[in-house]
């Protein structure tokens, strides 16, 4: 049995901690799928590049708004794919013949499972089983797509995000089970590019995780672009002669009240009803890593593991599921690996997200839901795009800013926008927050650049103050 000084258990940003000071250590990787992980292969990269064409589409047809008549786009799927693809595949393939290429690193193209104390067992793609051991362990292995257990989809050949963008060609018919990011994101991508598309949700509402004037405004914008069937639930899907069946129940019903308003038919399925964190998988128990009820293992802010020599970072640690964070989680474990007597900490208080639907959402910080529940005092400040003279040239009637601050303290406790380029102008709310700018040191001791769409921003403190 081999026996390394680091064992890295998946090559998404946990390859990123092979920084040139490991050189002299004798490491191993295992990874199951291609290197680069879920952001480069399937998820962010990928799918914003794919938001790019869409975002085109769509501004071609709110051009008529400003006097600019455009003629319907013509949309070539096989090149916006292959585009995507071409990059991100000759990446991958560069990537993976670097790491087979080091001295110092053994990489295995495979599944691994603990069966001991930092040892596990590889199930290899190239036939065979192989055991190593290490002296320390990074887990790194990602999350996966949840699959509903609804009858008859199992044996159907539905997409989950991990597959769609790679089809052949565009569906004229597409049904997404689920109305979280992915969702959103994959529903405006194929809908601006020519798919009728039909998204399937339990909730009353979309991205039901942000904020709610967010996620109501959201949902009442994004109903204008697909059949939007909220409130309920598949109760049976199948596929016959190229179509799928999705029948319907409402949510709080047992039976199926109108066959013909209840039964979706599409030409491709696309389940998006969240991931799970791999954790369980690694049989991660076996080698002493405690995980918490979702699955997701459990650190310190070292991301040390309860297990002696065992660090996590990513997507099978944090919840909240972002590249971002990830990145940030290895850079850390990379410290705390070449100094153990001088560790660091993470910090995640403050943490940014987006989606890139249309409208965009950029967001941070507390939710007004969340303020209300713990009954802690804010104030809420807000400014409508069209409120700013940017948001008059863009003609935005529906995207706005707004921003929660302690009325005492003038902190800012969150801040939520949703329109254009909303994810970067959240991380003006995100600098501030990190780095202790009150609202009214961020409203009034800079000069906002007018006529630019930041004012939004700028208004929406004025108003909370």
């Given at each position: 049995m081999?026996?390394?000084?680091?064992?890295?258990?998946?090559?998404?940003?946990?390859?990123?901690?092979?920084?040139?000071?490991?050189?002299?250590?004798?490491?191993?990787?295992?990874?199951?799928?291609?290197?680069?992980?879920?952001?480069?292969?399937?998820?962010?990269?990928?799918?914003?590049?794919?938001?790019?064409?869409?975002?085109?589409?769509?501004?071609?047809?709110?051009?008529?708004?400003?006097?600019?008549?455009?003629?319907?786009?013509?949309?070539?799927?096989?090149?916006?794919r292959?585009?995507?693809?071409?990059?991100i595949d000759?990446?991958?393939?560069?990537?993976?013949?670097?790491?087979?290429?080091q001295?110092?690193?053994?990489?295995?193209?495979?599944?691994?499972?603990f069966?001991?104390?930092?040892?596990v067992?590889?199930?290899l793609?190239s036939?065979?089983?192989?055991?190593?051991?290490?002296?320390?362990?990074?887990?790194?292995?990602g999350?996966r797509?949840?699959?509903?257990?609804?009858?008859?989809?199992?044996?159907?050949?539905?997409?989950?995000?991990?597959?769609i963008?790679?089809?052949?060609?565009l569906?004229?018919?597409?049904?997404?089970?689920?109305?979280?990011?992915?969702?959103?994101e994959?529903?405006?991508?194929?809908?601006?590019?020519?798919?009728?598309?039909?998204?399937?949700?339990r909730?009353?509402?979309m991205?039901?995780?942000?904020?709610?004037?967010?996620?109501?405004?959201?949902?009442?914008?994004?109903?204008?672009?697909?059949?939007?069937?909220?409130?309920?639930?598949?109760?049976?899907?199948?596929?016959?002669?190229?179509?799928?069946?999705?029948?319907?129940?409402?949510?709080?019903?047992?039976?199926?009240?109108d066959?013909?308003?209840?039964?979706?038919?599409?030409?491709?399925?696309?389940?998006?009803?969240?991931?799970?964190?791999?954790?369980?998988?690694?049989?991660?128990?076996?080698?002493?890593?405690?995980?918490?009820?979702?699955?997701?293992?459990?650190?310190?802010?070292?991301?040390?593991?309860?297990?002696?020599?065992?660090?996590?970072?990513g997507?099978?640690?944090?919840?909240?599921?972002?590249?971002?964070?990830?990145?940030?989680?290895?850079?850390?474990?990379?410290h705390?690996?070449?100094?153990?007597?001088e560790?660091?900490?993470?910090?995640?208080d403050?943490?940014?997200?987006?989606?890139?639907?249309?409208p965009?959402?950029?967001?941070?910080?507390?939710?007004?839901?969340?303020?209300?529940?713990?009954?802690?005092?804010y104030?809420?400040?807000?400014?409508?795009?069209?409120?700013?003279?940017?948001?008059?040239?863009?003609?935005?009637?529906?995207?706005?800013?707004?921003?929660?601050?302690?009325?005492?303290?003038?902190?800012?406790?969150?801040?939520?926008?949703?329109?254009?380029?909303?994810?970067?102008?959240?991380?003006?709310?995100?600098?501030a927050?990190?780095?202790?700018?009150?609202a009214?040191?961020l409203a009034?001791e800079?000069?906002?650049c007018?006529?630019?769409?930041p004012?939004?921003?700028?208004?929406?403190?004025?108003?909370?103050?």
């Amino acid at each position: 049995m081999a026996h390394f000084d680091l064992l890295i258990i998946g090559g998404g940003s946990g390859n990123s901690i092979l920084t040139p000071e490991f050189d002299s250590w004798n490491v191993a990787m295992v990874e199951r799928g291609p290197l680069g992980g879920t952001c480069l292969n399937v998820g962010c990269i990928p799918s914003k590049m794919l938001v790019l064409p869409a975002e085109r589409v769509i501004e071609a047809a709110e051009s008529a708004a400003i006097g600019v008549h455009v003629p319907e786009p013509t949309v070539d799927w096989p090149s916006i794919r292959d585009r995507i693809f071409g990059r991100i595949d000759a990446i991958v393939e560069g990537g993976t013949d670097y790491r087979r290429g080091q001295e110092n690193v053994t990489y295995f193209e495979g599944d691994a499972r603990f069966v001991d104390e930092r040892r596990v067992s590889i199930s290899l793609d190239s036939g065979g089983t192989e055991e190593v051991s290490a002296d320390r362990v990074v887990l790194a292995a990602g999350a996966r797509p949840i699959i509903p257990d609804v009858p008859g989809l199992s044996g159907t050949p539905f997409h989950t995000s991990d597959t769609i963008m790679r089809v052949d060609r565009l569906p004229e018919r597409l049904a997404i089970l689920g109305g979280g990011f992915i969702a959103a994101e994959l529903g405006h991508v194929f809908s601006a590019l020519g798919s009728k598309v039909t998204i399937i949700h339990r909730r009353a509402q979309m991205l039901r995780h942000e904020d709610e004037e967010v996620s109501e405004r959201f949902t009442e914008v994004f109903r204008d672009r697909v059949d939007l069937r909220l409130c309920t639930h598949p109760s049976a899907v199948s596929f016959s002669d190229g179509e799928f069946r999705i029948e319907l129940v409402a949510e709080d019903s047992p039976t199926v009240i109108d066959v013909d308003t209840t039964t979706i038919v599409s030409d491709a399925l696309l389940v998006t009803t969240g991931r799970q964190p791999n954790g369980v998988q690694l049989n991660v128990a076996a080698t002493g890593v405690n995980l918490d009820s979702a699955g997701y293992v459990l650190t310190d802010r070292t991301l040390r593991t309860s297990a002696e020599g065992i660090w996590a970072l990513g997507d099978i640690r944090n919840p909240r599921q972002l590249k971002h964070l990830a990145n940030q989680e290895a850079r850390v474990v990379t410290h705390n690996l070449l100094h153990p007597q001088e560790p660091i900490s993470i910090s995640q208080d403050v943490i940014p997200s987006a989606v890139f639907s249309h409208p965009q959402v950029g967001s941070v910080g507390e939710r007004e839901q969340d303020l209300r529940a713990t009954g802690r005092r804010y104030v809420v400040g807000r400014c409508d795009y069209a409120g700013v003279a940017y948001g008059w040239a863009l003609e935005d009637s529906t995207g706005f800013a707004k921003v929660l601050i302690d009325p005492e303290s003038l902190e800012i406790l969150g801040g939520h926008v949703i329109g254009s380029q909303a994810a970067t102008l959240s991380q003006q709310l995100v600098q501030a927050m990190t780095f202790g700018i009150t609202a009214d040191r961020l409203a009034r001791e800079q000069i906002w650049c007018h006529p630019a769409l930041p004012e939004v921003i700028e208004n929406a403190l004025l108003d909370a103050l």
